[in-house]
């Protein structure tokens, strides 16, 4: 926000006009009015309130720094310098914890002391491997969570994959986040499919995940199937008893967005986490009910009519469990926006 707010500083002292492009500020209208109108008839936790007002004003503004002159090499260069910084941090982190032993905890650095990084698990115990890399964020979730988008749509309007592509795609999958493996092998999936991918990237690709895998099988055969940890499968399909459980007016229109973890709405007493991590759909549908899942994704289909592969990834990203509280989620649909204005501008 200090950043923006000096950038936006000096570029009133040269006169410049912040520029406002009505299709970018319409969607997120949209998007910030939707969360608060469903939420409006439920619990509103002001906190949380109050953080997604900073989230929303700061899209408009990101968008209108990004837009303004030169908007595809500006909007590829953001998305190289984002990419580069987070997964350098992560692959230092990983060089540090790996072969020194020592976790740089920059999440705790940044937030309050008492703040746990979820990078160890037991999973790993039979590995080489020490720890989780989750760069600055609390746990290697978020990591991919905010990494992937940046990738993917540095990827898409380069139109090939370049060494910022394969760095960063191989950070999210050294994360060795179970839901970022299923969605990165979609993503290349897509990105072969449409033609971003040749085929003898295709073919590396695949000889570097057969290097890597007897290493992502065995954390996902001890992570998933044995549950070391806990039981991941057991409590993403807690939601789904809820959804099965609730009023029909929950159903239809959902119990809102903005409530406290302390005091989640429901009928058998959900946590926050148990609710967003299954992805964002069926968090979408808890919130939102029917009603509001439907008014989301019409609204979504239509403003991306006109760049369907922009469309088809944004609805891959969102198999990770983003949600409206977090800025991750923002991030990816400014990224997802402005990325088909681009291509539209070409």
């Known amino acids: 926000i200090l950043i923006l707010l000096v ?27 939707f969360v608060v109108f469903v939420s409006v008839f439920d619990s509103i936790y002001l906190n949380y309130l109050v953080k997604i007002s900073v989230i929303f004003i700061c899209m408009l503004v990101y968008s209108g720094l990004l837009m303004r002159e030169e908007a595809e090499s500006t909007l590829v260069r953001v998305l190289f310098f984002y990419s580069i910084f987070h997964f350098s941090v992560f692959y230092l982190q990983f060089v540090l914890s790996n072969f020194f032993g020592y976790y740089l905890d920059i999440d705790s650095m940044i937030r309050e002391q008492a703040t746990a990084s979820l990078h160890e698990t037991k999973a790993l115990d039979m590995l080489w491997f020490k720890s989780r890399g989750g760069g600055v964020f609390s746990e290697p979730s978020f990591y991919a969570m905010a990494v992937s988008p940046a990738v993917l749509f540095y990827t898409v309007l380069k139109e090939r994959i370049d060494a910022v592509s394969i760095l960063g ?11 970022a493996m299923g969605v990165l092998f979609v993503i290349y999936l897509l990105l072969f499919v449409q033609g971003v991918v040749s085929r003898k990237q295709l073919i590396v690709a695949i000889l570097a995940s057969s290097f890597l895998w007897p290493s992502l099988y065995q954390v996902y055969d001890l992570r998933v199937n044995q549950a070391v940890d806990y039981d991941p499968v057991e409590s993403r399909s807690y939601i789904f008893d809820e959804l099965s459980a609730r009023s029909f007016g929950d159903s239809v229109f959902g119990v809102g967005f903005i409530w406290n973890d302390d005091d989640v709405p429901g009928d058998i007493m959900l946590t926050g986490a148990e609710i967003r991590d299954s992805s964002f759909y069926p968090y979408l549908l808890f919130c939102s009910g029917f009603f509001g899942f439907f008014v989301f994704f019409a609204f979504i289909s239509i403003f991306f009519r006109k760049d369907f592969r922009v469309l088809v990834f944004l609805l891959a990203i969102f198999l990770f469990k983003f949600h409206f509280v977090n800025a991750t989620l923002w991030m990816a649909l400014l990224f997802a926006v402005l990325s088909q204005k681009v291509r539209l501008q070409r």
């Open 7 to 33: 950038l936006f500083f000096f570029d009133i002292r040269r006169g410049w006009k912040f520029p406002y492009y009505q299709d970018v500020w319409l969607f997120f209208v949209f998007v910030f009015v």
């Open 169 to 179: 795609f191989g950070s999210v999958l050294l994360s060795f986040s179970i839901a």
